[in-house]
């Protein structure tokens, strides 16, 4: 640390004397502190040419709202699931229940982590390692994957939203996830105290499971179902679970999807399949992995799930750069923030994924696509969000294409639609990455 230079008085000056040296740093300093950066660096002609129509569009009705909470991920494979659910039931008015999914994410997470850190323990991990350290503070987060949704879903099923609605808690999860994360970290503590592990895990499970049930209330495990169609038809099902109503009503095999990611780092090559190590939700569940391909395979796949089967695909992508909230776009030239800081900023994906600027942070699902003539190039796409129906275009979003190779990094497709090398590389063992790896990013 002796060889650090400090930030002294004669530094300082010259900074000052720099900025002051150029007029267009003050005249830059006087807009953006008046009317904020992205104001003053939103580029009108991109803005304005990036149009909302399309080729190809699927219509999903009314966007629903995570509100504050991380829950993406959840909401995003369930805008999926509802579309199939609408189809088959004859309506284009319902709405899954996200907290139902999220109490048994939370739940089935708790032991999860409660087990495999009682198996590192066992084996010797030191509790001041890396990655205990790591686990211990991601633990009980509102993020996740594809895989981990369809984890819950092929377990619990699903329930309309009407039979098990959004609480205070669920629809702003800081305080409950905050107590979460105190039982089960004490729990940790208990067992590298030299407690028995196979009592703590139980004990903490259960204080767990008591403070999701208080906070988000008592899922059904029955319910009677019945419903009016669009033609005015009432049908009755009686009696019903929630897996039998995943499965009687989502018959689109959404839990054989296969989960596609551009990694884009040399050393991890396309067509192989990866794997996070200590990242799961549901023990004996399918692990999260994913196959790497190129972005291009990603796009062609995304847009033929649209043509051909008219069906959302849910995907995850790093949504802030280059994001016009208010009016729901994202384009890599959106905002010219190089020419307002006089800075060029340069890197590319690879190099962002390596230097922890660019990962995956939010689901959601495709919802259209605008095609050349040709019939197979994409050139932009529409987006239904998560995030409510007061901005964008009543809560859906228009994505440029070239904004799709740079910040989109996963998708959701049929495994029937992969060739035959990748369905192969489907049954070889994936090249396992460490917990902190950012491909192990979760969508929030």
């Known amino acids: 640390m002796s060889d650090l230079k400090p930030l002294d008085d004669g530094r300082l000056a010259a900074l000052r004397d720099g900025f002051a040296a150029n007029p ?25 040419l990036l149009q909302r129509r399309f ?25 999926v699931a509802r579309f199939v659910a609408k189809r088959n039931l004859g309506i284009k008015d319902f709405e899954f229940s996200q907290n139902y999914a999220m109490y048994y994410d939370k739940l089935e997470r708790a032991n999860y982590f409660m087990q495999d850190m009682a198996a590192l323990h066992a084996a010797g991990e030191p509790e001041d390692s890396r990655l205990v350290q790591h686990l211990l503070h991601d633990v009980m987060g509102d993020g996740g994957q594809w895989t981990m949704a369809m984890n819950v879903y092929e377990k619990y099923g699903a329930v309309p939203k009407d039979l098990f609605p959004e609480t205070a808690s669920s629809q702003n999860t800081g305080q409950m996830n905050t107590n979460l994360r105190a039982v089960l970290r004490q729990g940790v503590a208990r067992i590298y105290a030299g407690e028995d592990a196979d009592s703590v895990v139980a004990e903490t499970v259960a204080a767990a499971h008591r403070v999701l ?12 179902w019945e419903w009016t169609d669009d033609e005015g038809h009432f049908h009755r099902d009686g009696e019903i679970t929630p897996q039998e109503f995943w499965a009687k009503y989502v018959d689109a095999g959404l839990e054989d999807y296969v989960c596609l990611v551009d990694d884009p780092r040399a050393e991890h090559p396309k067509g192989r399949k990866i794997g996070i190590e200590h990242l799961g939700n549901v023990v004996g569940g399918t692990p999260t992995e994913y196959l790497n391909v190129p972005v291009e395979f990603m796009k062609d796949c995304a847009r033929r799930i649209m043509a051909d089967e008219g069906i959302p695909v849910w995907f995850g992508a790093d949504c802030h750069p280059m994001m016009d909230r208010e009016n729901g776009a994202w384009a890599t030239d959106l905002f010219e923030y190089g020419s307002v800081y006089d800075f060029d900023f340069t890197m590319d994906k690879e190099t962002r994924v390596r230097f922890a600027d660019s990962a995956m942070n939010h689901a959601m699902a495709f919802v259209g696509v605008d095609v050349a003539d040709d019939g197979k190039t994409t050139r932009r796409w529409r987006v239904e969000n998560s995030w409510g129906d ?20 996963e998708i959701a497709v049929p495994k029937s639609m992969l060739p035959k090398d990748y369905l192969e590389a489907l049954n070889e063992p994936a090249i396992m990455l460490p917990a902190w790896d950012p491909m192990g990013a979760l969508a929030r």
């Open 55 to 79: 080729s190809v569009t699927v219509d999903n009705g009314k966007v629903t709202s995570q509100a504050r909470s991380g829950r993406c991920w959840l909401f995003s494979s369930l805008n």
């Open 390 to 409: 007061k901005i964008a275009d009543k809560g859906y979003f228009t994505m440029s294409d070239d904004w799709f190779g740079e910040y989109v990094y």
């Open 24 to 48: 267009v740093n003050r005249l830059a300093m006087n807009a953006v502190t008046l009317g904020g950066i992205d104001k003053m660096a939103r580029n009108y002609d991109r803005a304005r």
């Open 213 to 224: 049930t208080i906070h988000l209330g008592t899922p059904p495990t029955s319910f009677d």
